[in-house]
């Protein structure tokens, strides 16, 4: 009976809220087609496991995107990361105090990148800053020693972490198997932050 009753007044006020809706004055200006290329002032975020930080990729139109933590207790964020000449790109915590992340070149086109990503480590306060992987495609670094692992070559690569308590990460290497260039084979090894 009740439903019988309000079902014409529920039908009458939803076709009054579509009317409304749909004779709404359209926006005056689309929004410039430049807003869909800059930099965004927040890509991406990662939780530390102990949930007292949160690691922020961000960016600005006047700079490249960088790494920054912010500490939940107090809001007071802090840079950790940041070039000149490229982007932070993959990020993550490799335990409750060290980050580890590659870069990228948003700037640029695919076709034009020289470099290769990289793997660098960070502690969440911008300290203890390491290269762990080559960005140049030659071996002129592969005999710097990072403490008592060499840097890593080029073609080594960030994957997927579950934070640990030790500073080991797993990192991906393909290599050209014989000489089919589309054949590649690799393994995920530990390596140390």
Known sequence: M????????????SAALA???WAAPAADT?????AFFQHAAIHRVALSPDARYLAVRAGAPDRNDYLAVIDLATNKPTVVAAFDDADIDDFEWV??????????????GEGD???????YAVDRDGQHFAQLADRYFDSASRHELIGKVPMQPWNTFLMPQRPRKDDMIYVSRPIRDGGDEHLYTGSASPTST
């Not at 009740?2 to 006020?13: E, I, K, N, S, V």
């Not at 990148?113 to 793997?119: F, K």
Request: hydrophobic content about 50%.
């Open 30 to 34: 689309a929004p410039p087609a430049i």
């Open 19 to 21: 009317h409304a809706a």
């Open 95 to 108: 335990n409750g105090t060290r980050l580890v992340f590659d870069l990228t070149e948003k700037s640029i």
């Open 2 to 13: 009740f439903l019988r009753r309000t079902l014409p007044y529920l039908f009458a006020l």
């Open 113 to 119: 990148v020289r470099h290769a990503p990289g793997l």
